[in-house]
Each structure stands twice: as C-alpha cells, then as structure tokens.
C-alpha cells in the first residue's frame, strides 16, 4: 500500500486506488471513528465527505509543496498543524452556512484531525511525490471515503427511516428499522458490506486460472 | 515451497465431549418445545403457530443459502429448525409475520452463520434474533396481545397479516405484561395466574407450571444441565428474597420474579444452550449466578421491563472466559510446593 | 501485486543534522501561519455564526412563549431577576430569558431545563407566562431517546400539546393516557413512560428553583393558587 510511484502515466491510477482498490474504509478499515458515528444518514455522510475531502486535499497538496523545506525531525508535528489548520477552516465554515448538520455531526468535525486516513496519505504519499500527484493521491483517498460514507449512510437511512436525503421513499406506513440509525446499526452495516466486499474478492481469483493470483495479500 | 493443504487441526481447549450427537440432543429439545408450542395456540390462537412457523421459516431459509454447497445436508442436525423454534416462543403472538421471518434470517445468519456455524457461535442465535427484533422494532414487540379468551383458537390478531416492511395498521388491544404493570403502574399480578399462564407475554414465557414439568424431563434425561436453570433460577430468587424483606411494598415477592417474564423459558431451554454455555461444572454455577444477577438488576433497577435476555446475552460472553478459568486441575500440576 | 518493504525514513549518513535553531524556527512558522489562518477564518465566520445563534434562541423562545417578539437575559442576583447586559454576566451563572411582547409589556420566562432521559441527558426549553401562572409551551432542544418511540416527546404533537396550558403547582405528574384529571397533569406517551416521565421530572426540578425566583421578583406568592 505504500508503493511510491512517480511517473507521470501512473496519475491516473495514483487517483482510482484509493476510490477502489486500496479503498480507505473498506479495504483497508481506516478511519473508523467517523465511518460508525456519523453515517445515520445520508446527508450526515455527505457533509463529511466533503469535509474530509477538503482537509485531505488541501493538507496533502501543501504538504507536498512544502515537503523540501520541513526537516525530517519535526514533520508529523508540521503535518498535524497544516491538517488542523484546514480541520478549523472547515469547522467554522460548515458552522456559518449549515449550522444544523453541524450540529448534528458535533465533535465528529474537529476529530476529522485524528482521522488516521489523512496523516496516513501525508507520511506516505504526500512528503514523497510532486504536488500532482499527492492531490490525486488525495482526491483519490477521500472519493473512496465519501463513497464507503454515503454507502453506509445512505443504506441506514433507506432501512432506518425509509427516507434517502430526507425524501421519503416507501410512505408513511414504512416501519422504520429503529436499530440501523442507531450505534449498533453502523456496525451491523458496516460489517455487512465488508462481507460482501470480501466475498467478491474471494470469488475473483478462483474462477481466475493463475495460481499466482491466490495467494491472499494484505 | 509447495503450498500444501494442511491437515493438522488445531482447537482450543476444552477437549471434552459429551458423548451425545448434536442432532439427537436438538431433536429432545425440539420435542420438549411442542407441548409449550400447543399451549401458546391454546391460548393465543392460530396466530401463535404463525408466528412460529415464519420465524423457523427464515432461519432454515438462510442455513440452506449459506450451507448450499455442502456435501450432506446442512439442516439434518436440526439446529436451524431449534434455533426458530425457540425464537418463535419468545416473540410476542400478533407480531406481524414478516418481522418473525426477519428475525429468523437475522438468528441464523448473525447469530450462527458469520461466526462459522453450528458450534462457533458465541451468543444464543435464537435471542440475537430476538435482540435485533426488539432494537429495530421496539413498538411491536412490546405489544403483548391479551390471551384470546372466547374468541377461538382460530381467530387471528389483526396485526399478524402485515404488509412485509408496513407498519401495523391498527391499534391492537394490548395487555400490559406483569413485569410491566410492577414497573410503570406498580401492580403486583397474582402469583397463581402466572403459575398456570393465562396472562400476557410472548407465548414461551406464560405457563410456569409447565415450563417446571418439562425442565425436569429434559434434566432427567440428561438433554440439559440441571446446574445452569438451578444457579439461575436460585440465584434470582435469592437476590429478590434480600430485595423483598428490605421494602415489601416496593419490590416484588420471589415468586413473582420467578413465574413472570421469560425467565423460566430462558432458564430451561436459552441458557442451557450447550454451544453457548460454560463445560464445566464450576463454571455452569458462574454462568447461572452472573445472569440470575443480572436478571434481577435489570428488572428491578434498568429502565426496561424484562431482562434475562440481555442477561443471557451478557453472559454469553463471557463464556469463554468462565471455561479458561474454571478447568478443572490435571492431576499433579498447578498444586502449590510443599513447605510455602 | 508486489508488496514493497516499509522504508522508515532515516536521514542520509552524509546529511547533516539540521540545527535545533532551524527546528525551532520551522515550528515557529509553521504555527504562527497557522495562527494566522484560524482567526482571520474565525473573524469571517463570527457575525454569521452569532447573528444564527441569536436568532435561533429568539425562535426558540417564540416557539414556547407565544407573541414574543423581543427576548432580555435574566439572572439571580440579591433575591431579584435582574436584567443583564452583554458581557455582564459570569460564565456559569445559570440564566433565563424574558420575553415580550410588541408593546414591550414582559410576558413570561422561556426556561431552559435538562436531566437524564432513557438513552442520554435531554435539554429541553419551556415557557411560563407569569401572569397565567402557567406553562405554555417545551420544546426538545437535544435528546438521544428512541427512535420511534422515547422521540415522541417532540415529534408526537399530542404530547407537546400537553405542555400548552399547563399547571406548574404544586408539581406536574404524568399519568396514563386518557386518564388526565386534574390541570396539572399530562398524559404519558403509550409505550415511552420512561421518558414522558423524564420531561416531568426535568421541568418539575428546574421549577423548583426558577419559580419562587420568578414569583419573588414579581410579588406573587408561591405554592399557592389562592392569592
């Protein structure tokens, strides 16, 4: 997962392995913290993302712009101020425009600080690799993130409450799966699409005819 | 290196066996749950057995999905069909049958499924089937149908033919459970009512009387401990004896802690569960005393009616932890040297 | 695919080591761009962010205290509710708010409340009309109770009903629905009794305490509906 690469015609796929194939939720089970706490609904999850997005893309694009000059010695502390800075810019911004959502998300906005998916892309992508491709890099990461939260949020919404985004889906006379916007819901959810996504890369190699292929990795 | 097939099977300790096959010990059950089944239509109606039908339905429906491709045939050992049974009897008898079924897919397949199938489990199927059920739809399962009466075993309640995914469409007559009534109106119910059943709550949990009869059939025949019900049972009755002779009028007598609720119903066939539950005897007595506490904690001192569910489900797991520290000593090793 | 070692990062042998100086000055920059950054993004969001906290209180203190159309926080002090102006007040000092109406003429008090409920601490807000001697509106603010059952205490509008021309005195009690006899009483929520009781006891406490505070500074006996 920390494979280095800077070649120029690898941008792309510097970009889709974090939406996919080293997805940061599903494959690589980072970044729980948010994941559990604040997809009870689609729009919590969306508001979040984005969030991310933003702190991810712009730590990770001064990061790698300032790499040069930040001595080895007192990087993480660097990294922490930069994620922090854009974590704060975000925390106000979101509590002038959408007040309730920030509400709503709470403690969740400044905790996007300790995030690991964010600290992680810098120490490993970002302080190594152009300006170019760490915002790939980034964007990449933090459109997988948003997707596993929507993914999750939007089908405890669906369950939970019958609605998707706050538009009703199945009526009035829909009965609401109580637990799925609950704390036990995000779990039961999370863990099931994690089954799937397992399943179906258990599934991949076998009808596949090269062995090599089998051996399982991390 | 070749990659090679291993054959060595590691498995943790304990190594003992009981010298019964799983099938035959699900099958006593099984038989043992029928009277308690006729007596539910009895007195709940043609519903009851609708319920119970639907729940056992979903469980073997996602046994035979998950186990498909297995060579023999993975109902044969009846655990799918025991596992409904059991949750069935504890749900209340005009649940809408759609969410009977739902609980009964959730039994098999978060309770026993994921966790590798029969014998790996670590919580009782059949009660995180209902644990689900009661979490996702509080308001249903709550409603505790009073017992039929004159109406006929072949009435149904209104609410039992539910649109899959629809709420109940009207208000059904409920009767306030025992526990409910001590809890939120402070009315003690008759102790003798509920030693025979005639009163609300899941069909399971009615009848005292004969839940006693057939718990000491099954621990005659050896199908179950006789030490988990009896730790469990004194235990509870025990605690709520101290309760009782500290303020009588605000706690109730033993005996209705003992007949009300699913306490006897989880003290014969739920907690004796032998995947779930401790091996040795030492630790049958924990496992029986801790969940007899938490019975009694719960009722008395949470903010719900009924707790052995969750008292089950609690020590559950902790299983694994009550079989590491209560094996019995080999011979010879662990002892303290002479002279210290 | 080809899994590559982690490479710890370790400074080149022939690298020097940078100075302590130099570390310190990185640090020093670094923090005080971030400095820079947070409270230019703070000053831009304040007057938005307080005009909305306003203006929500202000909607809030309508919604319990109908007609209210200008809102005064008041404290406790020597005996009297008294008035305060921004800034005046101490950081824990407990406070309620005034509300009046378009001729100036004081209403009542909007009362903020909280207390446990079954899952978490509800926070609740309700207005007391002073010359009714009543209470005249709750609104929820903040509460983790159940979905689709303890979160009927704001969203079931017969229960919120309950709070719209309520007695205070001597203490509010929750009975069984359909079964309400007297003015101060409400009718519990089938299946919720544990939280329609948990609003009952957070308003009965916080009565408690605000009322004879309230009936001292306006004259009015307490514990009493004969004067």
Known sequence: MLTQNSAPDNAYDEFIKGVWRENPVFVQVLGMCPTLAVTNSAMNALVMGLATFFVLTGSSALVSSVKDWIPKQVRISCYVIIIATFVTVIDYTLLALVPKIHKELGAFIPLIVVNCIILGRQEAFASKNTVYLSVLDAMGSSIGFLFALLALGGLREILGVGALFGVNLFGEHYEPWVIMVLPPGGFLVLGLILLFFNWFKARKPEKSLNPALETPHG | ?340 | MKQQPIQWVKPPKAEQEPSSTRLVLTMAVAGFLSGLLTISIYLVTLPTITAYKIESLRQAVFRVLPNTVSIQEYVYRDGQLRAVKDGEKAKDEASIYGGFDIRQNMLGYAIAAEGAGFQDTIRLLYGYDKVQKRIVGMEVLDSRETPGLGDKIYKDLDFVANFKALNPLPEIKAVKKGQRTADNQIDAITGATISSVAIVKIINQSNALWLPRIHATHGHCFRSLSC
Do not use: C
């Open chain 2, 1 to 340: 290196m070749e990659k090679q097939k291993q054959k060595l099977i590691v498995q943790a300790a304990p190594y003992l066996s009981h010298g019964i096959t799983a099938p035959k010990a699900m099958l006593d059950i099984i038989y043992a749950l029928i009277p308690v089944a006729l007596l539910s239509v009895w007195f709940f109606g043609i519903s009851s057995l609708w319920v119970i039908i639907s729940a056992t339905l979903g469980g073997v429906l996602v046994e035979w999905l998950f186990n498909r491709e297995r060579a023999d045939n993975p109902l044969k050992d009846g655990s799918a069909i025991l596992t409904g049974l059991l949750l069935g009897l504890t749900l209340p008898a005009g649940l809408p049958l759609w969410m009977a079924f739902l609980g009964g897919v959730v039994a098999i397949g978060l309770g026993k499924t994921v966790w590798g199938g029969l014998g790996n489990n670590l919580f009782n199927p059949a009660l995180l089937g209902r644990a689900f059920l009661l979490g996702n739809f509080p308001i249903a399962m709550t409603t505790w149908p009073a017992p039929i009466g004159d109406a006929g075993i072949f009435s149904v309640y209104p609410s039992t033919f539910t649109w899959p995914f629809m709420q109940v469409a009207t208000d059904s007559v409920s009767g306030a459970t025992p526990l409910n009534l001590m809890k939120f109106q402070h009315q003690f119910t008759d102790v003798g009512s509920l030693f025979i059943g005639n009163v609300s709550g899941s069909y399971g949990e009615t009848s005292a009387l004969l839940l006693l009869v057939i718990g000491g059939v099954l621990i005659l025949r050896r199908s179950i401990d006789w030490r988990i019900p009896a730790a469990l049972l004194g235990s509870v009755f025990v605690l709520s004896l101290i309760f009782f002779m500290v303020d009588s009028r605000l706690y109730p007598n033993p005996f209705f802690m003992l007949f009300s609720g699913g306490l006897m119903f989880a003290a014969v066939f739920m907690a004796t569960d032998p995947v779930t539950s401790p091996l040795t005897p030492k630790g049958a007595w924990i496992f029986g005393i801790g969940m007899g506490a938490i019975t009694v904690l719960i009722r008395l001192f949470g903010g719900l009616p009924e707790g052995v569910m969750y008292a089950v489900l609690l020590m559950n797991a902790t299983v694994p932890l009550i079989d590491k520290i209560s094996q019995p000593r080999a011979f010879g090793h662990g002892l303290k040297k002479d002279g210290q």
